[in-house]
């Protein structure tokens, strides 16, 4: 079965051919970091702008790359929440007009549980492992620089929060005090290099909510600290640059990892599932794979950001149920659930 799956949730447009949940056959992303970089964050109408321009180009080039037509396409994939409302409204009305014009179904995806999908991609005995119920549940951990979140999934399409960042999102932390470092944008690939050269143990930074009994984040304490002791230093080394890069990664990842696991053991999971964009840091990996008892799975690095192969990934299963979103439900912050409901989050 072969799915394209279409991204346009925030600054990324996407298209990816999947086939049967796990053999990637292309996957385009077209980014527009470098338009919005100048003004230190996303504007929302000039991504949408930009999504409406390359969108059809992405998707043009996603099928040729996978030797695929479109009226060879089962199905598309199309991420819904979270995201900007006239951004998501893009990749929406463009598979709308695609479901409608070919007659092809479509799942309303949303990207969270799709990133725990990334997992799995071309890589088919973890694919075949995760079809069995015995290897369930799975904790997910989504990092990325819109969230910080954990899932309960017993399986496929069962998945529930079990907590989230109170303020800022684990990978916002990373770009902020990348700014603050004058390190450039995104923060968190500059801040995990500039980390190899400094000391874990320079600063004593906090680690927010580490003792909660909850499973929620916080990590503008901690942003607020490292800003306090820049100003503190007043000139600052590039060894000192170098340990306060590696203090702060250091922090955030202890609590990353510490609630996890304690998710993991609360509801004694057989393994973790780890997405978004902050899954690419390799202290994060290595710190999760010396401390877990049960397997921890991560993305190849080309799709922990933003992608449509996930999305792609993901709905097979609800595909393989024949589950699709009926075109007039569509919209921005809905999406499908494995039972056949399309959940409406948009008022
Ligand atoms: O999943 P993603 O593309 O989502 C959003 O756009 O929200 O993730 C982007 C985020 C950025 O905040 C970026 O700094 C962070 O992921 N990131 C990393 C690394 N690579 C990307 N954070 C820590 N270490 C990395 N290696």
Request: glycine share 6%.
């Amino acid at each position: 079965m072969k799915i394209l799956g279409i991204e346009t949730a925030v600054d990324e447009s996407a298209a990816a051919v999947v086939e049967d949940g796990y053999r990637v056959l292309s996957s385009v992303v077209s980014s527009q970091a470098e338009i919005h970089q100048k003004y230190g964050g996303v504007v929302p109408e000039l991504a949408a702008r930009n999504h409406v321009a390359t969108i059809i180009p992405t998707i043009d080039l996603a099928l040729a790359k996978a030797h695929t037509k479109l009226s060879d396409i089962d199905c598309m994939a199309v991420c819904t929440t979270p995201g900007l409302v006239t951004a998501l409204l893009v990749g929406i009305e463009t598979a709308r007009t695609f479901g409608c014009v070919m007659q092809k179904p479509i799942i309303a995806i949303n990207d969270l549980e799709s990133h725990a999908f990334a997992c799995w991609l071309e890589d088919e005995e973890l694919f075949r492992k995760t079809q069995r119920k015995e290897n369930w549940p799975m904790i997910y951990l989504i990092v990325s620089g819109g969230t910080t979140q954990l899932f309960l999934a017993n399986y496929f399409g069962e998945f529930r929060s079990l907590g989230q960042t109170l303020d800022d999102a684990v990978g916002e932390a990373f770009d902020k005090v990348a700014k603050m470092l004058n390190l450039g944008y995104p923060g968190g690939p500059i801040i995990e290099k500039t980390a190899l050269k400094g000391n874990v143990e320079a600063y004593k930074f906090p680690r927010p909510m580490l003792h909660s009994k909850d499973l929620n984040f916080s990590f503008s304490g901690l942003k607020t600290a490292v800003l306090y002791k820049i100003k503190e230093l007043q000139k600052i080394s590039s060894r000192q640059i170098a340990d306060l890069a590696a203090s702060f990664q250091q922090a955030a990842i202890d609590v990353l990892v510490k609630k996890t696991l304690q998710a993991a053991d609360e509801y004694r999971v057989k393994a973790i599932a780890v997405g978004g964009g902050v899954a690419a840091n390799n202290f994060l990996r290595n710190n999760f794979q010396q401390k877990s008892r049960v397997p921890v799975y991560f993305p190849l690095k080309k799709y922990c950001t933003d992608n449509a192969a996930m999305l792609a990934g993901c709905a097979y299963y609800y595909a393989q149920k024949k589950i699709f979103t009926p075109l007039d439900k569509i919209k921005p912050f809905c999406y499908q659930n494995i039972k056949g409901k399309t959940i409406d989050n948009s008022t």
